[in-house]
Each structure stands twice: as C-alpha cells, then as structure tokens.
C-alpha cells in the first residue's frame, strides 16, 4: 500500500520550489512553537512566544507570496511559444475580466479570446518578466500583483523585442488556489 508521501509525490513535484521552502520553513516554525508552548501554559504569553507567533505570521505570508509568484511565473510559461490555451485559463476565475489599453473583456470566455487573438499567440513568442519589477502585495484571500511582459520574438535572428506590457492584476483565493480575477494592462510600459 502507498503511503501518503509516494501517492502525493507527483503533486509535490509540481509544486514551485519557493512554495515548498516556505512551507518546510511554517513547519519548522510551527514545531519550535509547539515545544515552547507548553512551557508556559497557563501563564500570559512571553516576548518570546510573541516573536515566535510573528514568525508563523511572516512564513505563512511567505508560503502566500511564493504560490503568487508562480502564479505569474505560470502566465508568462502559457503566454510563450505560441501560448497554451488550457494552461492560462486554468489561472483564472470563472467571474474574471481582462483590460488592455482602456478596452474591457469580461468573463472567462471573453477573458480566453482576448488570449487567443493577442500576439503571443499568434506568434512565436517568448514572455519575460523583469523580477525586480514584480511587487506581489497579499490582503488575506485577495492579492495585487504588478509586474511587466516583456514579449522577444524567438522567429528572428538576433531576437526582437515586439512590446513591453505593464499588467496589474488581482487575484482572489479560491478553493485554496490563487487565481486572476481581474487584471488591466497598459502598452507600451516603461522598461
């Protein structure tokens, strides 16, 4: 019989290095609590406890950050060499709309064929993102992200950059998975 490790093994490996950090660093954290706890039970919580409560706080917010950012590493992947379809509309919400330039699509279907007319999809197309522009800002369930595309075309030889996309996006927690719910994007952006 599996045991819970190899059936979830699969699972683990998909999920992002950052995020699996994060949550090694809320278990280590977890029991550093559980063996102080005890020691002052029934009595009022010391300066120590409270550095250890905020600890938790502070790598929870991590593990938090951590799915966020690979949720806007997993757009620019489903933007690339021509797009996935299937993969970047797995990243949004059912009740989700997409702004380009002032000109609003909304709803998930709307949200799709404004991906599959757009250039990375037409194109052969890589998607970068500068990581020192990304701010990713968490509000309990809900999330900001901010971050640019830069879109270089792989086809020609040296590679070209076609455009630089400014996206602002908001996430939501749903079922205990991150997903777009809104996002307006600006073109051209600043490099």
Not at 91 to 99: K, P
Request: hydrophobic share 45%; aromatic share 6%.
């Amino acid at each position: 019989m599996k045991t819970s490790i190899e059936t979830n093994l699969p699972k683990l490996m998909k999920t992002g290095f950052k995020t699996r950090l994060a949550i090694a660093a809320a278990a280590g954290v977890l029991a550093t609590l559980c063996s102080v706890a005890p020691a002052h039970a029934g009595g009022p919580p010391s300066k120590q406890d409270n550095k250890v409560l905020q600890d938790i706080v502070d790598v929870l917010e991590n593990a938090q950050v951590a799915e966020l950012d690979q949720l806007a590493a997993d757009f620019h992947g489903a933007l690339s060499y021509h797009g996935n379809i299937t993969a970047m509309m797995s990243l949004w919400a059912n009740n989700s709309s997409i702004t380009f330039n002032g000109a609003a699509n909304v709803g998930k279907p709307a949200v799709q064929a404004f991906f599959q007319s757009s250039g990375y999809f037409l194109n052969n197309w890589v998607s970068l993102a500068p990581e020192y522009k990304t701010v990713i800002t968490v509000h309990g369930d809900t999330a900001d992200i901010s971050t640019q595309c830069v879109a270089v075309d792989l086809s020609v030889s040296p590679m070209v950059v076609k455009g630089v996309v400014q996206v602002n996006a908001t996430c939501e927690k749903i079922k205990g998975r991150w997903l777009f719910t809104s996002m307006n994007n600006t073109s051209p952006a600043p490099l």
